[in-house]
């Protein structure tokens, strides 16, 4: 089905016909629509256009509403002040836009007018390393990104470019060499043994490196081996990978991601693209030498010294570094991938390596204006104390640790509202709605910013939470189970109360929203709609009775069809951000 145009956009191309009719000199011209407190929607065009014209802002308003001839669109335009139009819609207009809306899977969001490839590059784990809070960001930001830019037609592309490559790896790889049964194959084990093990052979070969000095130099030629394609090595460094990974894979399950194996590609994958990369940028004159390295140098880039901070592509020794593999990556998805766009979901902490790194590659034109990158840096997560997150030990948290814990909070509050529910089913709740709600309390946070990660707070069943949001759908659905014979049925020709006219004007949105947030990689204003979406139900719940024996059956069929739209549009919402609604709460 096609999509289906919004009212704002509707009214909009009304005004703007009849605003280049009454003033043809003025050519196309914005009406300058916005929601309005005084009216469903004001328009403020008549005022730049009329001081453009040097006219009466005032005349040119009236003019503009004797041209609009749409009864079954508008109920009232009046002229307000200097010449805002003061637009009041229809409740058949309302109506029937949200059966047409009601009447597509997509609910008629559009798609985007110019979808293209875009990579996310997110979720960047460590191979053996334990997952902490601070992998917890770039996992949920990205899922979500990924979520809203498929369902607006672009063609995403994972990228999970995962530490599996450099100097402790040769410590691990010699550990193992000189202590063969220190680590069990993948396949027989599951993702808190495999971490175990990691754990054990990191911390095991980290004690013999620091106090065998004729073992660290053994690590150190390792590290030689790896890089030049070993096989024995390289064999080994393939356990690692696959034990982490087999560990990483539970972790992502239990924030209810899917990550693709052939999606996880790593520092490593680049390896044998770092060389040339860094001939071509020496042969273009981009990189050059300095003290013996391989560096670029930008002008507006300065340290503490006032003197330039440079981009370390090849150390003096020959070795190299961040910038190789990550110029290399740009290299492989801008022209291997043909990506359009490079969407990056990092730590706002590495946003200047980030920045030289894509100038880097604009200068040797592969970003450009056919294709750019963006970086999503995004801020710290803290604790409810507002310092950065540890433990009472003073250790960074584990993450699955607090997906547990989430998990078992939620699930208490579930099981206080829990009516007919087993055990089995309140946990399994528990852990939807847990993960929803750490999901939903780091997306409801621009990106940029610092957010407090405070657990009673977000399985509160009050306030700007997910839970909020979820209990809403699940009060939706207990109405429909509820309804019996009847249906939701739309019923234009049926007069709305307040309450119905608000969400209905507010369910209208989704689609700009939905949008607007992808083109923006904004999640928070899709969570912001949806809050303020399940606000508007309650609203609409405690003041128009849905099922009341006193309500004409016409009336209990459009509350009905208001509510279904509503827990459709949630649900939809919430899945665009990774989040389950659940029926029963």
Request: net charge negative; proline share 4%; aromatic share 8%.
């Amino acid at each position: 089905m096609a999509s289906v145009p919004s009212l704002a956009a509707t009214v909009n191309q009304r005004v703007s016909d009849a605003l280049s009719a009454a003033l043809p000199e003025a050519g196309a011209a914005d009406p300058l629509l916005r929601r309005s407190d005084r009216a469903d929607f004001q328009a403020n065009g008549m005022l730049a256009l009329a001081k453009k014209l040097k006219g009466n802002p005032r005349e040119l308003a009236s003019k503009v509403v004797e041209g609009i001839e749409a009864p079954e669109l508008i109920k009232d335009i009046e002229v307000s002040g200097p010449g805002f139009l003061n637009i009041t819609i229809t409740d058949e207009a309302i109506v029937k836009t949200l059966a047409a809306r009601a009447a597509d899977d997509r609910l008629g969001v559009p798609y985007a007018s110019n979808p293209g490839t875009t990579v996310i590059d997110y979720a960047q784990p460590n191979v053996a390393k334990e997952m902490h809070v601070g992998h917890l960001r770039s996992a949920v930001i990205g899922d979500a990104l990924r979520h809203m830019l498929d369902f607006t037609g672009e063609k995403t592309i994972g990228r999970h470019h995962i530490g599996d490559w450099g100097t402790q790896f040769g410590m691990l790889i010699q550990y193992l060499i000189e202590n063969p049964d220190q680590l069990a194959p993948a396949a027989d084990v599951d993702g808190e043994q495999a971490m175990s093990n990691l754990n054990r052979v990191y911390k095991a070969s980290r004690a013999v490196f620091d106090a065998d000095e004729e073992f660290k130099e053994r690590a150190r030629k390792r590290v030689v081996a790896l890089q030049s394609g070993d096989k024995e090595t390289l064999e080994l460094w393939q356990r690692f990978v696959d034990e982490s990974k087999v560990y990483f894979y539970s972790v992502f399950e239990k924030l209810d991601m899917e990550i693709r194996d052939d999606e996880i590609v790593g520092e490593s994958a680049y390896n044998d693209m770092m060389a040339e990369t860094a001939r071509l940028l020496e042969e273009s004159g981009v990189a050059v030498r300095s003290e013996g390295a391989l560096v670029v140098f930008f002008d507006d880039i300065k340290g503490k010294d006032d003197q330039p901070v440079p981009l370390i592509v090849q150390k003096a020794d020959g070795g190299f570094g961040y910038a190789a593999s990550d110029l290399s990556a740009i290299r492989d998805r801008a022209l291997g991938l043909k990506a359009t766009t490079l969407l990056y979901v990092v730590d706002v902490r590495q946003s200047l390596h980030f920045k030289m790194v894509f100038e880097t590659a604009r200068r040797m034109g592969w970003l450009n204006d056919e294709v750019t990158a963006h970086n999503m840096g995004y801020g710290t997560v803290l604790g409810a104390d507002g310092k950065p997150f540890k433990t009472r030990a003073g250790e960074t948290v584990r993450l699955e640790d607090l997906l547990d814990e989430a998990a078992q909070r939620a699930a208490e509050v579930v099981r206080e509202k829990a009516r007919d529910l087993t055990e089995e089913e309140i946990q399994e709740r528990g852990a939807q709605v847990g993960i929803g709600a750490v999901k939903y309390a780091d997306l409801s946070t621009s990106a940029n910013r610092d957010y407090k990660f405070d657990l009673d707070q977000m399985v509160s069943l009050n306030g700007d939470t997910s839970v909020y949001i979820q209990y809403a759908h699940a009060r939706i659905k207990s109405i429909l189970r509820r309804a019996g014979e009847a249906r939701p049925v739309a019923h234009p020709e049926l007069p709305l109360a307040p309450a119905e006219r608000a969400l209905g004007l507010h369910l209208d949105q989704f689609g700009e929203i939905v949008l607007d947030a992808a083109a923006e990689y904004a999640p928070h204003k899709l969570t912001a709609y949806l809050y303020q979406l399940a606000s508007l139900y309650t609203t609409f719940y405690d003041q128009c009775h849905v099922l009341s024996e006193d309500n004409a059956p016409d009336v209990v069929e459009n509350r009905l069809f208001l509510c279904d739209v509503t827990a459709r549009t949630l649900h939809k919402g919430m899945a665009l951000l990774g989040i389950r609604t659940p029926e029963r709460l």
